[in-house]
């Protein structure tokens, strides 16, 4: 076993270390600059490499090589040739290098490895251009003159209109300079025409936007005569464009014909939009048989909703009846092209579809389709709105007519809207009875009451369409029952004091809006009925603090505020009412009474010309009542104003030459001032009384107690003829009376003692009656129908 166990020598064996300190000195490179052969091979040619050639016999040698056993074996290179610098056959072979590719002295002393030579620094600078050359100046000037295109448009979009004015024009400025090189540069071919076309295009359209008309059209000349210039006929659009804002229509239509004429049919959309501008220019001449042509064509090939829209505007203006219907049933069926909204609703739970789902619900593409579906519905509603009267022998009947159209559509959801324009119309006209189908309230209300005899709202409802059918009782009694199935049933509760106090039953129905005032503190129809119950009571302090606490929670009501001044007018507190009169005016200064009252004020104080400006105001609400007109000449005559009152007096006259008391006043002030006039106004004025004087007789003759009326007549006439008024008492409303003029034997002092009534209610009589104010006249439930606060039923 143990005879092929082997120890190792201890004697005379070589180092198992020994060789690795040996190196062949071919290698050393260290001490080469002061290897004397090694230099003089370099610096002669002694040391250069011959070419390698197949004549050369194969030189490959040995060269003994330290092993890690101490012998020295041959090293020879793969090829099968010595190394550079070995002997053979008594010949040493040349250096052929001095270093290797890739490496350096520095690389053999610990640098980095660096085979690309970034080490180096940065390479040096390009040679800079010449800028002074003629190519280089046209370069930069063209790129200059399309960054003023880009900052003109910009401009233009950001509203800064007379920046980009500036711009565009500095940009053709600079674009002729730009030719003008070229030309002397290079040959007239190489002009950049597409620069040249956008600097005159956008320059054109700055002037148009900036309004400067005539440079726009002489813009857009140069393009449009430059034959160089290829599609440029189109812009006669633009220009067709310019004359219609100028209202030159013919020119415009000729434009859009021209242009028409030269876009090839294959732009089908261009073809339709010009179309549909000279429907538009057609339709601003009046001439609507045209444009009807034009729209019909449009809805034949291409329907849109603006074309559809025109048209039935066209039918309505020629009166065509059968068409318009026709024309709205193409509107309805312009087809909208969006997704319908089942898109944008998720059909599983999937979470990366809900996330989709959720980015594109409200993104660009969804807002324009929004857009486009409000614009057809606005359409259609205003289409509806103006045929409806007139399709058909009635409103009613028309407009029943288009619901019915639009259900079978696919804008079933605006039937809906229409039903209800229709009951808005009947309210601004108005005309409540025409959606008063209290039988089929009733019997759906009993309907209701059948189906569940303890639902108050049922009971209520119920309640409401007795009443609108004049039975108070019994209507009383349904709210009783809706009460005392649920006592927190406020409209119930509202609606009986309504029915007690059209019954007068008054302190039962103070009673109802005080329990109900306890439950809607801030309610302002509730405040107003509690006031107005007492003042029905005749209990005006009571009702003028509910009215405060009312002003309290809706201070700018105008019904309200002239409410408390007829009320502190009644209790003679003038001050107060005027304060409150005033603020009414200030809210809502169209209220008839109240600008009565204030200039009546005013004329009671002595301030008549403060007084003008109501009775000026009042002429302007109601300018065919010639007593407002009289009044602002007698404020005028009153103030010692004669030169103005006359010219007042004058127009008038004009505007209502068969009016007696403004030629008495006119015949007095002519006298007085001494003008020739006098007499033409004389004459006037006794032709008038005779004309008068006829026409009472012949209306006495047809009376059966011509005694009675003639006395009054009389007694009317007497107070005309110079006797004064009597001052009011309190509670009534305040006197408006004017001073008359006097006799042309008398001083003319506009303080004379004589006075005339300042309210002329006949325009052709010399009679005359006090204004009736708002403290003379009460206001019962059924003035505030209109307003915010009233006497409505509340539906449950």
Known sequence: MMQNVHLAPETDEDDLYSGYNDYNPTYDTEELENDTAFQQAVRTSHGRRPPITAKIPSTAVTRPVATGYGSKTSLASSMGRPMTGAIQDGVTRPMTAVRAAGFTKAALRGSAFDPLGQSRGPAPPLEAKNEDSPEEKIRQLEKKVNELVEESCIANSCG???????????????????????????????????LTYSVLFNLASQYSANEMYAEALNTYQVIVKNKMFSNAGRLKVNMGNIYLKQRNYSKAIKFYRMALDQIPSVHKEMRIKIMQNIGVTFIKTGQYSDAINSFEHIMSMAPNLKAGFNLILSYFAVGDRDKMKKAFQKLIAVPLEIDEDDKYISPSDDPHTNLVIEAIKNDHLRQMERERKAMA?????????????????????????????????????????????????????????????????????????????????????????VFANGDYEKAAEFYKEALRNDSSCTE?????????????????????????????????????????????????????????????????????????????????????????????????????????????????????????????????????QVKWQLMVASCFRRSGNYQKALDTYKEIHRKFPENVECLRFLVRLCTDIGLKEVQEYATKLKRLEKMKEIREQRIKSGRDSSGGSRGRREGSAGSDSGQ?????????????????????????????????????????????ERPKTAAKKRIDEDDFADEELGDDLLPE
């Open 724 to 768: 004064n008024c009597t001052a009011s008492s309190k509670g009534e409303r305040l006197s408006a009376k004017l001073r008359a003029l006097p006799g042309t034997n008398e001083p003319y002092e506009s303080s004379s003692n004589k006075e005339i009534d300042a309210s002329y209610v006949d325009p052709l009589g010399p009679q005359a």
């Open 160 to 194: 800064d209109l007379k920046l980009a004015l500036e711009k565009a024009k500095d940009a053709g400025r600079k674009e002729r300079v730009l030719v003008r090189q070229r030309e002397q540069v290079t040959t007239p071919e190489s002009i950049n025409l597409d």
């Open 492 to 624: 119930a509760l509202y609606n009986i004091g309504l029915t007690y106090k059209r019954l007068n039953r008054l302190d039962e129905a103070l009673d109802c809006f005080l329990k109900l005032h306890a439950i809607l503190r801030n309610s302002a129809q509730v405040l107003y009925q509690i006031a107005n119950v007492y003042e029905l009571m005749e209990d005006p302090n009571q009702a003028i603090e509910w009215l405060m606490q009312l002003i309290s929670v809706v201070p700018t009501d105008s019904r309200a505020l002239s409410k408390l001044g007829e009320l502190y007018d009644s209790e003679g507190d003038k001050s107060q009412a005027f304060q409150y009169y005033y603020e009414s005016y200030r809210y809502f200064p169209s209220n008839i009474e109240v600008i009565e009252w204030l200039g009546a004020y005013y004329i009671d104080t002595q301030f008549c010309e403060k007084a003008i400006q109501y009775f000026e105001r009042a002429s302007l609400i109601q300018p065919t």
């Open 377 to 465: 519905e606005k359409y259609i509603m205003t289409a509806a709105k103006l045929i409806a009267p007139v399709i058909e022998t009635s409103f009613a009947v028309g407009y029943d007519w288009c619901v019915e159209v639009v259900k079978a559509s696919q804008y079933v959801e605006l039937a809906n809207d229409l039903e209800i324009n229709k009951a808005i119309t009947y309210l601004r006209q108005k005309d409540f009875n025409q959606e008063n189908e209290f039988a089929q309230a009733s019997s759906y209300a009993d309907l209701a009451v059948n189906s569940d005899r303890y639902n108050p709202s049922a009971l209520t409802n119920k309640g409401n369409t």
